[in-house]
């Protein structure tokens, strides 16, 4: 069913793909909400952004901690204008290259975490043919996401709105390093299944060796020296950066993900690694 609500609008683009993050059925528009064919779970869209999250009794920790990191304050703040700058003027155009040369041309790709989508904001649309769509747990920063994005989804990276073998490409900047390994095998366990055949996943991921985050953990060290146990840091603990390109091709391979390529981050001035793995149909997950 088509959405007239203009703003709304950019649902219909991707109205074929979605679905009920609680039994994967099928959605419905029922004016100013989104409906389950299959169960009859209904979820809000609030200015044009769908809030398709699971329903969960209590929010998780990830939940509260980037709640608070995206805050209009906390963005405010000299630190955090610093990395708006940086995520504008080196990862934008990092991201735009491995998006381009490893994501196809047209179809539907998905920025899963997106925060603002600063550092997407150079990607190529191909004349209308990309339609680049921003998830992310926390509401409120979709409403300050880049306009790059076509559509905007409040959801789950743990449980994708999305239908199995639907989606054309995913990428992230910065997410999957503040997850336990467990957990991270959950996550591309989600884009495994929302991924199309031989479509790919673009994951850029800090790396033990990177000077700029170890830089960055030294002026945290000493801005504590004085604040007790009221800890300051730039951003939520980052608990499983990766420690060689090995491992990130192992993580790939033991998610039923094909490694493509693995980028040391020259692009990313040493920030970050890049991992590109591709959904491979006969390499099964080895995760249970």
């Known amino acids: 069913m088509i959405i007239v609500s203009a703003e709304s609008a950019g649902i219909n683009r991707i109205m074929e793909v979605l679905a009920c993050p609680q039994c994967r059925g099928r959605l419905r528009c029922a004016e100013t909400r989104l409906a389950c064919e299959n169960c009859g779970e209904s979820y809000e869209i609030t200015k044009g952004i769908p809030d398709l999250r699971p329903r969960s009794a209590e929010p998780r920790r990830e939940g509260i901690e980037w709640t608070e990191h995206w805050s209009t304050e906390n963005q405010r703040s000299l630190s955090q204008r610093f990395f708006s700058f940086y995520r504008r003027t080196v990862f934008a155009r990092a991201v735009s290259y491995f998006v381009d040369r490893y994501l196809p041309p047209r179809g539907i790709l998905i920025e899963a975490g997106s925060g603002t989508s600063e550092t997407s904001m150079f990607i190529k ?19 300050r996401c880049h306009s790059i994005m076509d559509v905007r989804v409040c959801g789950d990276i743990f449980s994708l709105p999305f239908q199995d073998d639907s989606i054309d490409g995913i990428w992230n900047v910065g997410v999957m390093e503040h997850f336990e390994f467990d957990r991270i095998d959950a996550i591309l366990g989600e884009f495994r299944r929302v991924l199309k055949p031989r479509e790919r996943a673009v994951l850029l991921w800090p790396a033990t060796f990177s000077v700029p985050q170890r830089m960055l953990r030294v002026v945290e060290w000493f801005i504590n020296l004085r604040r007790g146990r009221d800890k300051f ?16 091709r192992r993580i790939l391979a033991r998610n039923g993900f094909r490694p493509v390529a693995v980028d040391l981050g020259l692009r990313t001035l040493m920030a970050f690694e890049t ?3 591709e959904k491979d149909p006969i390499l099964k997950s080895c995760v249970k």
């Open 125 to 143: 649309k191909r004349n209308g043919e990309r339609t680049l769509v921003a998830i992310d747990l926390i509401r409120p920063v979709l409403e």
């Open 233 to 248: 840091r730039f951003h939520p603990d980052e608990i499983s950066q990766l420690r060689s390109a090995e491992q990130g």
């Open 275 to 277: 991992l590109v793995g």
